[in-house]
């Protein structure tokens, strides 16, 4: 059967773990080379060794910081030098800072959850942009989430909400722009999901444990999605198979936004 990615070079941000890793090793599977990046170095090198061991193709720069665009301009060179270009980016990387109500909630929180989950994106499209262009077109995958359609209580975090609504408007301007010169955008925005970065909900404190179990209690699915099911849509996403698909933000979220559910148990 043909890969749906063969010879496709893609960037992946954040392959340390969790959606990253899961992207990386989906994505090789499909026949990408990939160019991950992570600030954690040894979670990264060990995505790159999982993904070499299965016959894939990979390198990883670690530690990078993508909201600094000399970070992000090596790491788009890398893929040029690597593999002699780039045909999608994946901004899957971000880190959430300010959690808790509003009226909690400090500027430098707002400040550092902004930067590490909507600059992050920008630094990383304006990096690979005038590639794309003169490839003459590609895909641009960005990371969105739940949390930019509603308010997903008893989990608070104003300046979470506003950076991923904020990268589902940079989505739709990157498709408008892009659309002359063959490039797609879209957003992805995964439900309850879990990561590292969500553990604390399954196996933290009693108080981490009961939110997690209400996050679980409103999706129909009755599950958390797995890194594995949000890696799936985004090699959708990235194959001519989606060529179609553009300026709009998918939902994987078990049904959770679309259906207003309540266990009859």
Not at 1 to 20: H, N
Not at 62 to 83: G, H, I, K
Not at 99 to 118: C, V
Not at 167 to 180: N, Q, Y
Request: contains cysteine; charged residues 20%.
């Amino acid at each position: 059967m043909e890969k749906m990615l063969q010879g496709k070079v893609a960037l992946i941000s954040g392959t340390g773990g969790g959606q990253g890793r899961a992207a990386a090793i989906a994505f090789a599977r499909e026949g990408a080379a990939v160019v991950g990046c992570d600030v954690n170095r040894e979670a990264a090198e060990e995505t790159v060794r999982l993904v070499q061991a299965a016959g894939g193709r990979m390198i990883s720069l670690q530690p990078l910081d993508l909201a600094e665009p000399t970070d992000a301009e090596r790491w788009m060179e890398a893929a040029v030098s690597e593999f002699g270009g780039v045909d999608i980016l994946y901004n899957n990387a971000g880190a959430l800072h300010a959690r808790g109500p509003f009226d909690q909630s400090t500027l430098e929180h707002w400040q550092n959850t902004i930067r590490d989950e909507l600059t992050i994106v920008y630094v990383a499209c304006r990096a690979v942009w005038q590639r794309l262009v003169d490839r003459g077109g590609g895909i641009i995958i960005n990371t969105a989430s739940i949390s930019g359609h509603v308010e997903f209580l008893p989990m608070r975090s104003a300046a979470h909400g506003a950076a991923k609504a904020g990268i589902m408007g940079l989505t739709r301007t990157l498709a408008a722009e892009g659309a002359i010169h063959g490039i797609r955008a879209v957003s992805i925005s995964p439900g309850v999901t879990r990561t590292p970065a969500t553990q604390r909900f399954w196996s933290g404190t009693n108080e981490q444990r009961a939110v997690g179990a209400a996050m679980i209690a409103k999706v129909p699915s009755g599950r958390a999605a797995e890194p594995e099911d949000i890696a799936e849509a985004a090699v959708f996403l990235a194959s001519d198979r989606a060529t179609y698909i553009n300026a709009t933000d998918l939902l994987i979220d078990g049904g959770l936004r679309g259906v207003s559910f309540t266990s009859m148990e």
